[in-house]
């Protein structure tokens, strides 16, 4: 089992930026491939970014290319997401997520078994 926890979130105008965090106990944080998600009332979530075990790969849905950062800090059990260039479509609850299926499909919900409860954000224009 892997308890996730995220923060980080808030409110701020477009432009701006946020960090979010995502902070790892229970298993070996190493173990696990982790990504973030985000969710609107009424949306299926979607998948913002993904990030392998070893940090050496990362994806990102194509409108949060180049404005999103996805990292982990092994030594912390930590990964993060540090969102620049907020755009108010940017506006939703985002979760992490972990697990080792990431051969299977990085970006999608079914092959993460352990997620956190979510941040908001909101982004003002």
């Known amino acids: 089992q892997v308890q996730l926890v995220e923060s980080g979130g808030g409110l701020v105008q477009a432009g701006g930026s946020l960090r979010l965090s995502c902070a790892a106990s229970?298993?070996?944080?190493?173990?696990?491939?982790m990504a973030w998600f985000r969710q609107t009332p009424g949306k299926e979530r979607e998948f913002v970014a993904a990030?392998?075990?070893?940090?050496?790969?990362?994806n990102y849905v194509d409108s949060v290319e180049g404005r999103f950062t996805i990292s982990r800090g092994n030594a912390k059990n930590t990964m993060y997401l540090q969102m620049n260039s907020l755009k108010p479509e940017d506006t939703a609850d985002y979760y992490c997520?972990?697990?080792?299926?990431?051969?299977?499909?990085?970006?999608?919900?079914?092959?993460?078994?352990?997620w956190g409860q979510g941040t908001q954000v909101t982004v003002s224009s």
């Open positions: 997520a972990a697990d080792n299926r990431w051969s299977y499909g990085y970006s999608i919900t079914s092959n993460y078994r352990y």
């Open positions: 229970g298993r070996t944080f190493t173990d696990y491939d």
């Open positions: 990030i392998s075990s070893s940090g050496s790969r990362t």
